[in-house]
């Protein structure tokens, strides 16, 4: 592709400096932002390449009329100033966060004697909002702890040292309930309110460790003080956070004020889960769907997302467990990759969530847009098998025999991902003597494709052999006296550990177990496998009858088969009548068998 002039005298003024790029159209609307550690080198590179790994970024680097950037001190700064232009110009060809609900928070209200409610609304009122919560059950199970532990009010009075001074309000029904303790008439002291929210802070943040401490100070303090009731009163309270933290711990409780992420993606999307861990208890979790639109690889995606969830939940944990390196640099902030203990398992936790996420959210494709659904597994497929074209038409074969009989194959046929079960073909070996599943394969696969060829019929993209390296390669060397093999991928399925063997190569390729392309092949494996068992036992069930058959005097395995082709089975013929044998056969022989079925009682 040609680089127009002007795009070129661009590329030459760009800087080596750290920054953010932004690519417009000939309308001047904004198609794309980027980050760059080098402007000149990172900019230049769209225009460097003779081929593009993916349409889309062929398509926008045509589009590309106008490109403007700013420079910036650090590649962290790049990296939040991308960050923000992107949330607030969402430009066509950028990665899109699929996200648009409304989550609630956990608001400390600035008044006096503060209420401690959910709220959907953020004003700048100078209130403490804590949140956001994508589990409102987590939200709901707090709120009902500090219910539990601290009396607070929920009317929306102005309870001033003035109002309250001249007797403005009267204690409401929450009050008889035990649920306030009446601050609006002046029964409890403003100190002992404000400590109580103190203490609501530590559990919000998920420092129960911490309070649990401090009340069990106050608790010794006021047990040596001979004040009994208010030990026994925290002593209560201690037990409350107690059972709720043994409850909501999942590691040790020696993990404090961790960030965990996690991602996995398929062709369309990016899901990151996050986790928030404090004292060993997941205080905050949420799963960010990110859609793609120019291929961008894992690294890329969980960069994005840390920088965007770190933002959105005000995080300041210096320690995040992630996957793998998500090549950024954030000030204070140490990424660790953990192998194993209870680190790990926080990770794996993680790991879960998002797949569980992803799987939820095709699921829903598959039920609104089955289409669509379709063509990412296809898609998932192409991918992990490195093919060229999009396999939409997959043929499976696979071999059938017991000790040597009735040796039988067949074939499967999927397209766009489902059975096309008009298109299956059942295969009797004819060349082959014994059990000999290469010369077999070689037969049958022969068979099909030389006819394919013959006719002028589309061959499928994708060929799977079912069986190891043997199998696989009667296969390709069929394939290569056709002149197909390059034309068509050809990949054999061992059944054991689920390892795909690609002609030529030596070592298997382990498909993630998870994935959905393993399921599709596993899928065209076994529907081969049964299509070609039930036609093998259809085999030994006509050879067993026409045998049962021809035991008659005077009956060949031509009449057998005439016989079995008219009334279906062996059973049917024993108690058909003489008039319904005649129709078929002589009536020496309609005799024969009749007799044969109907002897003469003794």
Same mark, same amino acid.
């Given at each position: 592709?040609?680089?127009?002039e002007h795009i070129?005298?661009?590329l030459?003024?760009?800087?080596?400096?750290?920054g953010?790029?932004?690519?417009y159209? =000939?309308?001047?609307?904004?198609?794309?932002?980027?980050?760059?550690? @080098?402007?000149?080198?990172?900019v230049?590179?769209y225009?460097?390449?003779?081929?593009?790994?993916?349409?889309?970024?062929?398509?926008l680097?045509?589009?590309?009329?106008?490109?403007?950037?700013?420079?910036?001190?650090?590649?962290?700064?790049?990296?939040?100033?991308?960050?923000?232009?992107?949330?607030?110009?969402?430009p066509?060809?950028?990665?899109?966060?699929?996200?648009?609900?409304?989550?609630?928070?956990?608001v400390?209200?600035?008044? $006096?004697?503060?209420?401690?409610?959910?709220?959907?609304?953020?004003i700048?009122?100078g209130?403490?909002?804590?949140?956001?919560?994508?589990?409102?059950?987590m939200?709901?199970?707090?709120?009902?702890?500090?219910?539990?532990?601290?009396?607070?009010?929920?009317?929306?009075?102005?309870?001033?040292?003035?109002?309250?001074?001249?007797?403005?309000?009267?204690?409401?029904?929450e009050?008889?309930?035990?649920n306030?303790?009446?601050?609006?008439?002046?029964?409890?002291?403003? !100190?002992i309110?404000n400590?109580n929210?103190?203490?609501? $802070?530590q559990?919000?943040?998920?420092?129960?460790?911490?309070?649990?401490?401090e009340? =069990?100070e106050?608790?010794?303090?006021?047990s040596?003080?001979?004040?009994?009731?208010?030990?026994?009163?925290?002593?209560?309270?201690?037990?409350?956070?107690?059972?709720?933290?043994?409850?909501?711990t999942?590691?040790?409780?020696s993990?404090?004020?961790?960030?965990?992420?996690?991602?996995?993606?398929?062709?369309?999307s990016?899901?990151?889960?996050?986790?928030k861990?404090?004292?060993?208890?997941?205080v905050?979790?949420h799963?960010?769907?990110?859609k793609?639109?120019?291929?961008?690889?894992?690294?890329?995606?969980?960069?994005?997302?840390?920088?965007?969830l770190?933002?959105?939940?005000?995080?300041?944990?210096?320690?995040?467990?992630?996957?793998? @390196?998500?090549?950024?640099?954030?000030p204070?902030?140490?990424?660790?990759?953990?192998?194993?203990? !209870?680190?790990?398992?926080l990770?794996e936790?993680?790991? $879960?969530?998002?797949?569980y996420?992803?799987?939820?959210?095709? =699921?829903?494709?598959?039920?609104?847009?089955?289409?669509?659904?379709?063509?990412?597994?296809?898609?998932?497929l192409?991918?992990?098998?490195?093919? =060229? @074209?999009?396999?939409?038409?997959?043929?499976?074969?696979?071999?059938?025999?017991?000790?040597?009989s009735?040796?039988?194959s067949?074939?499967?046929?999927?397209?766009?991902?489902?059975?096309s079960?008009n298109?299956?073909?059942?295969?009797?070996i004819?060349?082959?003597?014994g059990?000999?599943?290469f010369?077999?394969?070689?037969e049958?696969?022969?068979?099909r494709?030389?006819r394919?060829?013959?006719?002028?019929?589309?061959?499928?993209? *994708?060929?799977?052999?079912d069986?190891?390296?043997?199998?696989?390669s009667?296969?390709?060397?069929?394939?290569e006296?056709?002149?197909?093999?390059?034309?068509?991928?050809?990949?054999?399925?061992?059944?054991?550990?689920?390892?795909?063997?690609?002609?030529?190569?030596?070592?298997?390729?382990y498909i993630?177990k998870?994935?959905?392309?393993?399921r599709?092949?596993?899928q065209?494996?076994?529907e081969a496998?049964?299509?070609s068992?039930?036609?093998?036992?259809?085999?030994?069930?006509?050879?067993?009858l026409?045998?049962?058959?021809?035991?008659?005097?005077?009956?060949?395995?031509?009449?057998?088969e005439?016989?079995? $082709?008219?009334?279906?089975?062996?059973?049917?013929?024993?108690?058909?009548?003489?008039?319904? *044998?005649?129709?078929?056969?002589?009536?020496? *022989?309609?005799?024969?068998?009749?007799n044969?079925?109907?002897?003469?009682?003794?």
């Open positions: 592709m040609e680089t127009p070129k005298d661009s030459r003024r760009l800087p080596n400096n750290p953010v790029y932004q690519y159209d =000939k309308d001047g609307s904004l198609l794309y932002v980027g980050k760059a550690k @080098d402007l000149s080198k990172r230049s590179s225009f460097n390449k003779n081929r593009y790994e993916n349409g889309k970024t062929r398509l680097v045509k589009k590309i009329h106008d490109i403007k950037y700013i420079v910036v001190d650090t590649e962290l700064d790049a990296l939040l100033l991308e960050n923000s232009l992107i949330k607030k110009h969402q066509r060809y950028n990665i899109q966060l699929k996200d648009d609900k409304t989550y609630p928070w956990i400390i209200k600035k008044e $006096r004697f503060p209420r401690v409610y959910p709220t959907r609304n953020l700048k009122d209130s403490e909002y804590y949140g956001p919560y994508a589990s409102v059950k939200m709901r199970a707090l709120l009902s702890l500090i219910k539990q532990l601290y009396p607070l009010r929920n009317c929306s009075y102005v309870l001033s040292q003035e109002n309250i001074k001249a007797g403005k309000f009267r204690v409401c029904l009050y008889h309930l035990g306030c303790l009446g601050p609006c008439v002046a029964k409890m002291e403003e !100190d309110y400590t929210i103190q203490s609501i $802070r559990i919000i943040k998920g420092n129960i460790s911490d309070l649990i401490k009340l =069990k106050h608790m010794r303090s006021a040596e003080n001979y004040q009994f009731e208010n030990a026994h009163e925290l002593k209560t309270k201690i037990d409350v956070l107690q059972s709720f933290q043994a409850k909501s999942v590691v040790n409780p993990i404090h004020n961790v960030d965990v992420f996690s991602i996995c993606s398929d062709t369309g990016g899901y990151v889960n996050y986790l861990v404090n004292s060993g208890a997941i905050q979790s799963t960010l769907e990110i793609k639109k120019l291929e961008e690889t894992d690294e890329e995606l969980l960069a994005f997302a840390i920088i965007e770190r933002e959105r939940y005000n995080s300041l944990s210096s320690e995040t467990l992630v996957p793998f @390196d998500p090549g950024i640099e954030l204070g902030v140490l990424f660790q990759i953990p192998q194993r203990g !209870d680190k790990h398992k990770l936790l993680s790991d $879960r969530n998002a797949h996420y992803m799987r939820d959210k095709q =699921k829903q494709t598959e039920a609104t847009d089955p289409e669509e659904n379709q063509k990412r597994i296809l898609q998932t192409q991918k992990d098998l490195y093919m =060229k @074209d999009l396999p939409v038409h997959i043929e499976c074969f696979d071999n059938s025999n017991i000790q040597g009735n040796p039988a067949a074939c499967v046929v999927f397209k766009n991902a489902k059975p079960k298109d299956y073909r059942k295969f009797n004819k060349t082959v003597q059990p000999n599943d010369a077999s394969m070689e049958v696969v022969h068979r494709y030389s394919l060829i013959e006719e002028g019929a589309e061959l499928p993209q *994708l060929v799977i052999i069986g190891g390296k043997g199998q696989l009667s296969a390709v060397s069929i394939f006296k056709l002149g197909i093999r390059g034309k068509v991928t050809l990949i054999g399925i061992a059944k054991r550990l689920e390892e795909i063997y690609f002609p030529g190569d030596t070592l298997p390729v993630d998870k994935s959905e392309s393993l599709l092949i596993q065209l494996r076994n496998h049964r299509f068992l039930g036609h093998h036992r259809d085999r030994r069930s006509k050879d067993a026409k045998t049962m058959l021809t035991e008659i005097d005077g009956v060949g395995q031509k009449t057998a005439e016989l079995i $082709r008219t009334f279906g089975s062996t059973d049917v013929v024993s108690k058909a009548s003489m008039e319904e *044998l005649e129709k078929s056969i002589s009536k020496k *022989l309609a005799v024969k068998i009749w044969h079925f109907n002897p003469p009682m003794p």
